[in-house]
């Protein structure tokens, strides 16, 4: 059954491509030189070739020095892929996506050149182990893999964590008629918001440096602020310093950055580029409702009902309700019961003295945590009972990548003390 959804999907030159690459091969050449392609059209079509019957073969296919804005790309093999009224291409099963490019018959790219975006957040982001590259000699002829692969690839994102991606090709040995590239996504689902595809009839390495790519704990599709990079490109060349500052809304607190440099607290964050580089951006969420769109990984919490992830309910049924999960930095869908508390002994000038290390919130607003001791299990004493303090000061001893951190308290009575209190709670309380 021919099943054809077009939908005009144009994407203007607009912050979203701030990063896309305008390569050299653009510059001083004729219009014979090189095809450049921008935009969505199709997007899903079991049709081979797609039917672009109501385009005219200039507006598919024919190059154009600085850009051609009738020129199209198709996508090939997600039949779940749609675009948007925000013009947008979103696919939401792990079908891979294959982008059907039309070139000129009357040159062989010798360069070919796709650049791509995927919209807020690299959670769900291409895998460029799976991207491929198929060709064929002539009309109708067999598709055949190019079993070199790409040449270069080069990945970053920008202030909103949008992820730009890049993939070039030398393609100058081969005879192409046509061609597509098909690639998967990280998740079952993907937002591929722009791409840029420029073609030359000789190569010129364009992809000449390296990627900064800062990610964050916070699932694909949640806002979360902003993260500034100075300078902001595509492309860093070696050894260049680049600034990175995190910028959260309301809704979060910094935590730390975390990468291959190790982790630092320091925002912002001035890092050396000596290769392709991740960073991830930790951030702690400042109450329930945000926790649990982060922590319900059924689509951060939309994907079950209200009743499911409200606070007293015991959505993975392991004897801790959903508001304990998030106090205590637990998973609300994983029944497993993870260890939350560890008991400690703390020498201070040669004197022990025991002490709890917990698991709780960085930065959160309607948590409140205290620390008791007893000497007996019966009586209880936290500093603000007469003849405080009784314990120290929470120390903060790990940050951990999930926005929560282990603390440790000590009780301030040694263990031989002649009236030790060496049994030691911690007691939680929630504001709505």
Request: charged share 20%; no cysteine; aromatic share 14%.
């Given at each position: 059954m021919k099943q054809i959804f077009t939908v005009l999907a144009l994407i203007s030159t607009t912050t979203l491509q701030a990063q896309f690459l305008v390569p050299d091969f653009r510059n001083g050449f004729t219009d014979e030189d090189f095809a450049y392609f921008l935009g969505f059209d199709v997007a899903y079509t079991d049709e081979d070739p797609a039917d672009y019957s109501t385009l005219t073969d200039e507006e598919v296919n024919y190059?154009?020095?600085?850009?051609n804005e009738s020129a199209y790309l198709g996508q090939y093999a997600a039949e779940s892929a749609i675009v948007t009224s925000t013009n947008r291409l979103y696919t939401f099963t792990d079908q891979t996506l294959g982008i059907r490019v039309y070139d000129n018959p009357t040159y062989s790219p010798g360069e070919i050149l796709l650049q791509a975006m995927t919209y807020q957040g690299s959670q769900s982001t291409p895998l460029n182990d799976s991207v491929k590259l198929y060709y064929r000699t002539e009309a109708g002829g067999d598709w055949i893999l190019y079993e070199a692969g790409y040449t270069n690839t080069v990945s970053t994102t920008d202030s909103?964590?949008?992820?730009?991606?890049?993939?070039?090709w030398d393609t100058s040995s081969l005879l192409i008629y046509d061609y597509y590239i098909q690639f998967d996504y990280e998740l079952a689902h993907s937002s591929f918001a722009a791409a840029q595809l420029d073609t030359?009839?000789?190569?010129?390495?364009?992809?000449?440096?390296?990627?900064?790519?800062?990610?964050?704990n916070i699932p694909y599709g949640l806002l979360f602020g902003l993260i500034e990079k100075s300078p902001e490109k595509l492309i860093y060349e070696p050894w260049e310093t680049v600034t990175i500052t995190a910028d959260p809304n309301a809704n979060y607190e910094f935590v730390k950055w975390v990468g291959d440099f190790g982790e630092s607290t320091d925002n912002p964050l001035e890092i050396t580029i000596a290769g392709e580089t991740d960073v991830q951006l930790i951030l702690a969420p400042r109450d329930y409702t945000v926790w649990r769109q982060i922590a319900f990984p059924s689509n951060h919490g939309g994907g079950i009902?209200?009743?499911?992830?409200?606070?007293?309910?015991?959505?993975?049924?392991?004897?801790?309700?959903?508001?304990?999960?998030?106090?205590?930095?637990?998973?609300?869908?994983?029944?497993?019961?993870?260890?939350?508390?560890?008991?400690?002994?703390?020498?201070?000038?040669?004197?022990?003295?025991?002490?709890?290390?917990?698991?709780?919130?960085?930065?959160?607003?309607?948590?409140?945590?205290?620390?008791a001791v007893s000497s007996d299990l019966s009586s209880w004493l936290t500093n603000a009972d007469v003849g405080g303090p009784y314990t120290s000061d929470p120390e903060i001893i790990q940050l951990n990548d999930d926005g929560t951190q282990l603390t440790r308290v000590r009780s301030l009575t040694p263990l031989d003390a002649a009236t030790p209190t060496p049994f030691i709670k911690v007691n939680i309380s929630f504001e709505d």
């Open positions: 190059p154009f020095i600085g850009g909103t964590s949008n992820f730009f991606v890049a993939w070039e030359s009839e000789t190569y010129d390495q364009q992809l000449d440096g390296y990627g900064l790519n800062v990610d964050t009902s209200s009743s499911d992830w409200a606070k007293d309910n015991d959505y993975d049924g392991d004897a801790l309700s959903n508001v304990m999960e998030y106090a205590l930095g637990g998973e609300p869908e994983n029944p497993t019961q993870e260890v939350y508390f560890q008991t400690d002994i703390v020498a201070v000038d040669d004197v022990n003295y025991p002490a709890i290390v917990f698991r709780q919130q960085v930065a959160a607003d309607d948590l409140t945590y205290s620390i």
